[in-house]
């Protein structure tokens, strides 16, 4: 399998890279800001180059220390996060002439189309929340197709489903795609669901084993230990539906109930994994929220992969990250359309 070349932005966790690497990618460089992603690079790849870094001070001269000048790269991967605004307080500047942290001329898919144009490569992928096409009614989503225009790569984008793809849990994103090398791209076929005749795969098929498992901090399978007024009112949550707000006992009554307070269903692909206050959804027949390496099954992780920092950052590790499956059915389509690529030069 000839080894392709990748470079990983905003690489969070690594979900990203697990399902390139699967493919017989190799990354040149995975960079993220911030200290508990990156001691989770630390401890899962320790070979991989890993740039701690504001991606707003990834310059050119920083870039050619790990990736050398000319280098072959093939594939750009990246999820900048969605509010793409960097709060660092140096960046924060009333002078409109500056980076601010309110304009939108700085949300960080500009600092990703930034590097898209430095290194050159054949392919791009870049993955993020599907609001994000109609946040600011709009005039964001205007201005990465405008920016993406002007960095002459054919492109175009796609939302997809993660159930469609094996990952058992409804997560829909977009994905901007596309390639400088004439190629018509187009984005993988679904595997699962009504069309396929497969059925989608399930919360169940996915954590079931974990739920007789005692705490094991070593694979981050802690369950939080919550407070008797939330036992019972999870106690009254049906299983896949939601905590009846309308019918509780004034002492379980509060404001603002959230996705915290819904439970999964064996026998269904989950909600997606998206952390709040230190907590996913509710187990579908336990009276607690999900661990973190139940989360992480279910957003397709290997309990080989290690979660580091607070259990708050661990499930924003976990909840933040492109599906490891998800982004190998990517991979394999994009290793496919190389493989032509250099059969034919």
Known sequence: MKKYNIVDLFSGAGGFQIGFERQGFKVLLSTDFDADCENVHKINR??????????????????????????NIDVLIGGP????????GKRISSDPNKRTAFDPRNTLFREYIRILRYLQPKFFLMENVEGLLTRDKGR???????????????????????ADYGVPQIRNRVFFYGNRVGVKMHPPTPQYGESTGKPYKTVGEAISDLADKGDDPSINHVALKHGAINIRRY???????????????????????GNTFKRLHRNKPSLTMVPGHNAFPIHPWLNRSLTVREAARIQTFPDSYIFAGPRQKQCMQVGNAVPPLLAEVWAKYLREELDKYYARI
Do not use: M
């Open 46 to 71: 320790p070979k991989v180059p890993f740039l701690k870094i504001d991606i707003h001070d990834l310059d050119s001269d920083t870039i050619d220390k790990y990736v050398k000048k000319g280098s």
């Open 81 to 88: 996060p969605c509010q793409g605004f960097s709060t660092i």
């Open 140 to 162: 964001i989503f205007a201005e990465i197709k405008k920016t993406f225009a002007e960095t002459g790569y054919d492109f175009n984008y796609v939302i997809l489903n993660a």
């Open 235 to 257: 106690s009254l949550i049906p299983e896949g539906g939601r905590l009846p707000e309308d019918n509780l006992p004034p002492e379980l009554y509060r404001k603002n109930f």
